[in-house]
Structures are given as structure tokens and as C-alpha cells.
């Protein structure tokens, strides 16, 4: 199974986010190898350090594709900058044209 160990750490920080936190990946067999990787892991950042620790059971891993994501909203702000492109070039050209009519027809 895969998990995943939150250690907190408690000497305080900078006030920066997550500060003092660390996330760390397990994939074991049985409950026997978890309580070993979570007491294995915690001395590696020093038992004294730590003060608490919380796991998660990964039931279910999705990749995130950024670019398709964002895409939608990507393609949203392009169109409404070409239409207020637009808009204000449409306006420039009313405005000329009131400027210079067109001769009369002949």
C-alpha cells in the first residue's frame, strides 16, 4: 500500500507557509513495514525534532496536466482580449471617419 507521512516540526520558523512541515512517500506491504518506514523516517529528521506526524492511506494517484488545466481559462482571457482589441479598433475607426467623411459620390 502507499502513504503519505506529514511530519511537523516543532521549533518554529519564519512564518513562511508550510514552514517546519515536510511530506514524505511510504509504499510497504503490511502494517509491520509501515510502523518501521514511519519510525525510520522520523529519526531521519531526528526524533526529538518532531512533533507530530499524521499519515494518509493513497487510495487513488492522478497526474495533473498544468497546461490542459489552465487551458480553458487560458483560451477565456484570449478571446476577451481580442474582443476588447477589437472594440477599442472599431472605436478608432468611427472616430476617424467622423473626422474624414467619405466625399460624396459622384
Known sequence: MKY???LYEGNGCDY???CGETIESIEVNNKEELNEAVKDMIESYGRDRIYEATLYTVIEK???GIDGLFAQDDAE??????ADEEAEERAQLEALKKKYPAPPEK
Do not use: G, N, V
Request: charged share 40%; hydrophobic share 40%.
Open 4 to 6: 503519505l507521512l506529514h
Open 77 to 82: 482571457e484570449e478571446a476577451m482580449r481580442k
Open 62 to 64: 492522478e497526474e495533473i
Open 16 to 18: 513562511t507557509i508550510s
